[in-house]
């Protein structure tokens, strides 16, 4: 894919991350831009970074740390897949941010690997408030275990909520989800006395409600890059 077409359109999605802001009566810069690079060429990363993009997302451990080996030991890398526990002996000390923390089986032994190697890693709770079964992340109701644990460990710091919701076509029907996420942060901060600054949540189809409903930092690919395979 042509180099200048992807920083032409992630310069538009940050022109669209900051007008959806103003809306909301908030900072432009207050909603931050994860560009999703799975399955896209390290080129294509190292093009958007050095036109200034700080932060890429990537789903799977292989391939990021792939990447991680060729591309500048700057960029800031953030795993969003599914996290198996098998994984986190690689991924521990690597990523600036694990979004997908979603049993207490997997943050226990994040936080046994982070003591290990004496730093402490920043972590999201994947919530999945659509409750659906093919979906990764915590149903809320089985929350309670894993924030009482996070919220005690020396070695996670627990960085806020992730959240996939339901697709739907028309992204205001995401938004009562978004809008869920954002009260849930609300009422943890409250009962553990803890920032958790950081809403993960917004795709390509729906930032701009996510963004309008309270995110910081929404992950978005195919937008800027363009279809999976296709370069």
Known sequence: ???SSITDRWRKVLE???????RAG???DSARLLAVSKL??????????????????????????GKMAVLPREISWHLIGHL?????KSVVGRFALIHGVDSLKLARSLHCQAEAMDLTQDVLVQVNLGAEKQKSGIFEADLPPLAEFLAGSSFLRWRGLM?????????????????RLRELADTLRTGFGLALPELSMGMTGDFEAAI???ATLVR????????RGSN
């Open 16 to 22: 669209q991350m900051a007008a959806a802001a103003r």
């Open 212 to 214: 309008e409903e309270g």
């Open 26 to 28: 908030r900072a432009p």
């Open 163 to 179: 959240l996939m919701p339901p697709f739907f076509d028309d992204p205001d029907r995401a938004r009562p989800y978004f809008a």
């Open 84 to 88: 198996q526990t098998n994984k986190v």
């Open 40 to 65: 896209h060429p390290a080129h294509d990363i190292r093009t958007l970074f050095e036109a200034g993009q700080p932060m890429f997302g990537e789903n799977y451990v292989q391939e990021a740390l």
């Open 1 to 3: 894919m042509d180099q």
């Open 220 to 227: 978005i690919g195919t937008r800027i890059f363009g279809e």
